[in-house]
């Protein structure tokens, strides 16, 4: 008898909470435990110092392109601007606009 009418009552308290909205602190608590969007943003890469795991970590950048910015590089040096990366084969005005937003120098 004694845990039936336990069961109950905890039963009830939970329904009873569920009811209710949460305080207004522990929506905040609750949001700052969530990443917000902007740091989920990812960091720029430097085409420069960029090895070839991270060249790939660029949306549209697969192996074989970041294999030619690597020799690129190599062949060539360092790059001045992101603009130059125009100057590997396969990445042209298109490709480099969807791109330059996650470059840096």
Do not use: H, W
Not at 57 to 74: F, H, Q
């Amino acid at each position: 008898m004694v845990k039936s009418g336990l069961m109950a009552l905890a039963i009830l308290v939970f329904s009873l909470s569920a009811c209710f909205p949460q305080p207004a602190y522990a929506a905040k608590d609750a949001q700052a435990a969530q990443p917000s969007p902007v740091s989920q943003v990812m960091a720029k890469i430097n085409i420069n110092d960029a090895d070839l795991e991270q060249l790939e970590s660029i949306r549209g950048v697969g192996p074989a392109l970041a294999e030619r910015i690597a020799t690129y590089r190599k062949e060539n040096g360092k790059f001045k601007t992101t603009e130059d990366l125009m100057k590997v084969r396969g990445i042209g005005q298109s490709k480099f606009d969807r791109i330059k937003g996650q470059l840096t120098v």
